[in-house]
């Protein structure tokens, strides 16, 4: 599959599942409102900016910076 459709693919699901998730862990948790909407309004700032440029970051660079991502990811969870 093309890297540019595998990625906003990818991106498109995020959304139903994190639909599903809050209805999930809204069910007898105690959750910060605030931080709920200030990650939420972050999240649909960058969504927004990021499938709007999507296409015009070349597939070349479109892979380093995932791939960037996935190391910083991985050493979060490292530490």
């Known amino acids: 599959m093309e890297e540019h459709k595998a990625h906003s693919t990818a991106i498109a699901i995020i959304l139903p599942l ?5 209805f999930i862990y809204f069910k007898g948790i105690n959750v910060d ?17 990021g499938a709007k440029y999507l296409k015009k970051v070349p597939s070349k660079w479109l892979h380093k910076i ?6 910083i990811g991985a050493w979060r969870l490292i530490l």
């Open 18 to 22: 994190s639909i599903v998730s809050i």
């Open 66 to 71: 995932f791939g960037l991502f996935m190391l």
């Open 33 to 49: 409102l605030k931080t709920i909407i200030f990650i939420s309004l972050g999240g649909l700032l960058g969504g927004f900016i």
